[in-house]
């Protein structure tokens, strides 16, 4: 397991640097910290201009992401972290950047800090101070916090942590400034904060377990050590266990003796210590004044709506629904628009005869045509009020109203938002399942979004279904695969064996969309999604034509003709069009037009065929992207199982399809 | 009337109550399976010993030292539940009626030392919570090690955090539950006598929304059933 944690934070550092490494070195590197929730992404993306997505609910960052800030002639990296509450790590976001943190040794730390909730927040900051760390602390919505008629005397904190606190609105990029001089201060010189004591009964101890330390225990700095064996963090344990014994075996008796007074386990006890000295920190430099704003009363007014038990539920419906349709409406739109002027300019003739260059080419713009008509359209509108749910704040609620329905799939409420972020891309749908705790929820969230139709089975449903049968056999396929969502997640929950975790979650306040953050937002998922998508679809088009002048499809085609003919009914040439469906399942109605010579696929195929077809695309396999990311995540095996499983399903639903529709149309 | 009628009595009142608001002298009897006359008359016994407040026509609720009694019962009615379908594998089916009897037998010894040895249960065979017991420890941790002599009772009783009303706020008595949960709770502010609201509930037994020094938390109804609180006097 920790070998696995280790190869993910590797994984996500190499992602992250990959910009530096085309670029000289830079000087320092610097990780931002801080609570979930409180403005990190806004912060690295003001000081490097880098387009982190940022949205207002906790987890949003799931791996170490990287933007390089120039200032006064240095450069430096700044590593954003995903958020953590405690070193005390409860999930494996958190686990990433306390690694982060305590191994690769960042010059600078900036804990970012949310202005409203400071007591909170110092919990945390009291935990980088006994690690010693060189760090600043940059109190972020400190304009929000005015709203609710709180103001913090920054000098004052400052003061009394020894550490530079610089206010800031990052989102407006207030006092990025300031925080950028800081930083560059701080790396140079390196200042260590001050030492914090808690309750003499705990500081004794502390310094007797201290005092058994060697001088560099090797593992962190002495103090900090001397906390984590009282904690009895198993980690630090097995790695002082071998260098200083006394020192393990002093804090065990220590720990045992609080244990014995208190009657609470030492971690608890020490968060208690922590949360003492940050409601003293917090009310010395905190002024209280009254609010300006009616905004708490509005957020409480909403959420007796969106909380309301029947209300809620409609709004969840209404919303998800509208998202739906929305995408649906415009995507067709734009969609329209774009073939018209596109084939214009060089009209789609798949397979023209002539030399192999002619048809690899043509190959390569149908396939810069299928990706630019088919995905952008469709995931532009979807991402846009995406954004706009995810800015508001409203996703948490969904969260909170769904939470009792996602325990009979053994997840929580949590899950429902990367099940949410399927409906548009499966790829960072499944990466976000890590703000899931336990590895059980993690893996069955990804495997139910696997299932989820994504904006390309969403083309497959509309341009074969909906298009050529009806809308409401499109519905079908849509409510069946909602269906196999509910049935295997049950299905999956009793087969998979790990702990399942209740649902604790930070609520924000709801807030209204901020225009240029949800376009910034938009604007970097679909950069992000075109990487990919084009490519691959450039590579699929000269793959497909490649392989037929190559006359490589007969011979797939037959040996998949006991499936495709025989089971499924339908065509000898669709074999070959659900190989290529693998790079992406809407690759399968280009290969599907390409092979036919037509787009009007009533003309081809029975209304039954169209409907199996679109049935089997939309539930067979994961597609290649999503595929490489569950490898990365959950490893060769369960990839392989859940592709094989999909598989299988998708076969077995189509062929009974397949003879049950043949009866009735 | 024994003593174990008044029990039996105040347990049906408490269970009623929970559901339709006030105890209907009707619904008493179809639940204890007695002549509603005979219910009448043990309401003005359990009224003048000043367990209930009795409304003839409206039905009775509890008082509060009514309650108390009625919780008390409840908590020996689901230890012995845990008791005899765990250790002594008796069907589940068949445990309600068993315990019904033997909860009032038990003394305040016994019943501690039954829940020592189930190690604390949080929740009876059939989900219903255990509430602690009302001795003056923090966590039931110090109880179970046998380092915490529970000695002192609580001046008041405590009550989960996911009982109280919208609104209503109290302090921090005791978390107890996996020592993973408790010690997230802890980390994110949830100690020891600092001051907790609910600020709303899920419907469904969703999960509840507490305020927690200055921020906004989501709670698993059943992880929120495990916190406790004393309750703050209403602000005049």
Redesign the interface.
Known sequence: MPDQKRHRMRQGMRHGSAPADSCPPFDFTVALAGNANVGKSATINQLTGAEQATGNWPGKTVECAAGILLHNGYRIRIVDLPGI??F?T?STEEMVSREFITRNHPDVVVNVVDA?????NL?FTLQLSELGVPFIIAVNQTDLAAEKG?FIDTQKLSELLGVPVIPTVAIHGKGIVSLSDAIVDMAKNRTAPLVLPYGREVEDRIGQVTALLPADPGIGPRRWTAIRLLENDPDIVRLAEERAPEAVAAAHRHAHEL??M????P??IL??ER?HAAERIAQSVMEMRSPSAGDISLSDSI??LA???VA??LLIFLVIGGLLIWTFIIGAGISEFLTRHLSSIAPVHPFVAGSATDILVSGAWMGLIAGVTLIVPYVLPFYLFLCVIEDSGYL?RI???L??GMHRLGL??KAIIPLILGFGCTVPACLSCRILESDKQKLLAAFLVTLIPCSARTIVILSIVATFVNIWWALALYAVDILLVILLGRIAFKAVDGES???????P?YHVPFVPVVLAQTWARIKSLIWIVLPAYVIGGVAISGAYSAGLLDPINAALSPVTVTLLGLPVVTGVVFVFGIVRKEITVLTLAALFGTTVFSSVLSPVQLIVFALVAMIYTPCISTIFVFIREFGWIKAAAVTASETALAIILGTVAFRLLSLIM | MTSEQLEEYLEAIYDIENKDGTAKTSSIAKCLRVAPASVTEALQNLSEKGYVKYEPYRGATLTDQGKETALRVKRRHRLLEVFLSDVLKIQCENVHDEACKMEHALSDETECALCKMLHAPSRCPHGSPILPCNQE???C???L?G??KPSELREKPIIPVSDLEPGQGGTIAFIRG????????????L??K?AISL??K??????V?IAV???????????ADDIFVSLVPEKA
Do not use: N, W
């Open positions: 509450y405690s005390s409860y409203a909730a400071l007591e909170r919990f709180i244990e014995k208190h009657g609470e386990p971690g608890i968060s208690g949360y959420d007796r909380l309301h038990p809620g539920y948490t969260s909170m109203m939470d009792k929580h409420g975790v209740g649902l604790i979650m930070e609520m306040d | 420890v923090s966590d941790t110090g109880c090690t380092e915490q996996d020592r993973k949960v408790v010690q997230r709770l802890s980390d994110l502010g100690t020891v600092t600020l709303r899920a419907p469904m037994e969703g999960p929304e020094r200055k921020t906004k938390l989501a709670i698993d109804r059943t992880i």
